[in-house]
């Protein structure tokens, strides 16, 4: 056996070992957190490692679904040391099974690192692995029912929605009102189709503030020129853009009075904590294949989301 495969008489030794794979981007991860849970459970005995990206890896590891969290940093074509180095540690992992639920064209790569010899059990759709998830419609699959398909294809069935009782965070010290409601007005920056217009954000945040709710916007570093559109016309909003973690997002969305926002990852975590969510969908993007899951979520869908009316927007609100 060559030295970038032997494995450590502790790891030989040891329990079962399982990676799982998923690198992101939020959404995604707010998705597969059932799938976390189900391996978890069917899994109880293994060490389970997950290899996600950095952006994950804090969030991840609080969960409790895994004994290890590795970072995986996305090595380019043109990085072959990297590569070489990825294999080394998928290699010397000692996994008896991977669950492959990013399923892209980069993590059929990393099937392929682990040759040659024999390869652990793969549950997937890379070339040639022992669980394949074979259904030639995947694509066209909302990701809870393709992960759920491709989980039953391994053996683990009855795969729960999300729980996220375990996320804790102090999200006092933002300092909002009792009640208050999240916005969340940004999406993918080259693909503008998604967004309902800032006015139109900012309208709504004045009846809220109205009503005695006080709204409140989320978002990345990238969405303050965003969030100041909206506040510059808006009568009363807090702005939390650059300010929340992952966890704040779901803690904030556990305690609000509800949410309104685009087709978008927080709002995939924020539907997943149960906060009462309205997400708003143009020609851009299919809610049957992307839209959040929660125990309360309305999809609002116009072509052309400036079609969207206040109105609609307000009258599909069921606030806490």
Request: net charge neutral; with cysteine.
């Amino acid at each position: 056996m060559s030295p970038d495969t032997t494995m450590s008489p502790e790891v030989a030794k040891g329990p079962d070992r399982i990676l799982v794979i998923k690198l992101g981007a939020l959404g995604d991860i707010a998705l597969a957190l059932g799938p976390f849970k189900a391996i978890r459970r069917d899994h109880s005995r293994a060490h389970i490692t997950l290899l996600t990206t950095a952006a994950f890896a804090d969030f991840t590891a609080a969960s409790g679904y895994f004994d290890d969290v590795w970072i995986d940093d996305r090595p380019a074509l043109c990085q072959p040391g990297r590569w070489l180095g990825l294999r080394k540690r998928l290699r010397g992992g000692g996994f008896r099974r991977v669950y492959d639920l990013q399923t892209s064209d980069r993590t059929g790569w990393y099937f392929r690192l682990m040759a040659p010899g024999p390869r652990p059990e793969w549950s997937g759709i890379a070339a040639g692995c022992s669980h394949p998830h074979d259904n030639p419609d995947r694509d066209f699959m909302h990701s809870i029912e393709r992960q759920d398909e491709q989980l039953a294809a391994a053996g683990i069935t009855d795969v729960p929605a999300a729980d996220l009782a375990w996320v804790a965070a102090d999200t006092a010290r933002f300092n909002l009102a009792p009640r208050y409601m999240l916005l969340v007005p940004s999406a993918a920056s080259h693909r503008p189709a998604k967004r309902w217009p800032a006015a139109k954000f900012a309208e709504l945040a004045g009846r809220l503030a109205g009503d005695g709710v006080e709204p409140a916007i989320l978002g990345g570093q990238g969405d303050r020129a965003l969030a100041n559109e909206i506040k510059a016309a808006a009568v009363a909003i807090r702005d939390l853009t650059g300010l929340t973690t992952i966890a704040d997002i779901a803690v904030l969305a556990r305690n609000a009075a509800g949410a309104v926002g685009n087709d978008t990852g927080p709002m995939h975590m924020i539907a997943a904590a149960g906060c009462p969510s309205v997400v708003l969908f143009s020609a851009d993007s299919d809610p049957a294949l992307a839209a959040p899951r929660g125990p309360v979520v309305t999809v609002l869908r116009h072509d052309a989301l400036g079609d969207l009316s206040i109105d609609e927007v307000v009258s599909a609100l069921s606030l806490r």
